[in-house]
């Protein structure tokens, strides 16, 4: 069966310092990958999207980039986090031809 | 207007009760839909896909209406369990991209 594993599942940053966020998926080849954010009480904003190896899309702009590596490893960066990018940090797999999409647990940030 | 939209909530129900929820959603072009759960500082999970025909899981019964662009979500004899934030969610599939447009959220708070 697949599974997606995200680390880490806490952060707390200093406002100005750099981030990486990794994702990984199991159990499954050329799956498509995604980010998103929560705020605190807010829906989830998709930032990024990939299809595959090297190939990214953003949904918004900001201070974030993204990263697909590998097949099956996607990474949220930042080189300067602002206190504004404080959340709720989610990575998601799907299949293709509209499945759902299954998410990893999660990383709490916290920008100080 | 919102791309998919919920009342937020929250609904508070007895032990036992049956709770109903709705979502509109904008896009008629939307292919598939679903709703997930997420618990309090969790990841999304999903609890069902949305048929046209209508579908049934247990105590949990959705319908679509695509005429009215109007999904929903039935819990028959709810249980302290099933308190969590349910998740309107439409698919939309363009160009080897499945996008997942996620409502805000409704809570559901079971008490007994």
């Known amino acids: 069966s697949q599974t997606i594993h995200q680390w880490p599942a806490t952060l707390v940053q200093p406002v100005g310092s750099p981030l990486s966020l990794e994702c990984t998926v199991e159990g499954t080849s050329n799956p498509n990958l995604y980010w998103y954010r929560q705020a605190a009480g807010r829906g989830l904003q998709l930032l990024f999207y990939s299809v595959g190896i090297g190939q990214i899309s953003s949904e918004v702009p900001q201070n974030l980039s993204a990263s697909r590596p590998q097949d099956r490893q996607f990474i949220l960066s930042s080189k300067k986090l602002l206190l504004s990018d404080s959340g709720f940090y989610l990575c998601a797999w799907s299949g293709t031809g509209g499945q759902p999409q299954h998410f990893g647990d999660g990383t709490r940030l916290s920008i100080l | 207007r919102k791309e998919v939209e919920q009342d937020p909530g929250p609904f508070n129900v007895p032990e036992g009760a049956t709770v109903a929820f709705n979502c509109t959603y904008s896009?008629?072009?939307?292919?598939?839909f679903f709703w997930y759960r997420q618990d309090c500082r969790k990841e999304p999970k999903l609890l069902m896909s949305v048929y046209s025909s209508g579908n049934e899981d247990g105590r949990f019964t959705a319908q679509l209406n695509r005429a009215s662009q109007y999904i929903s979500l039935l819990i028959r004899d709810s249980k302290l369990s099933d308190s969590a934030t349910y998740l309107c969610v439409a698919n939309f599939f363009s160009g080897g991209y499945n996008k997942l447009i996620f409502g805000a959220g409704t809570r559901l708070a079971v008490h007994p």
């Open positions: 896009n008629s072009a939307s292919q598939s």
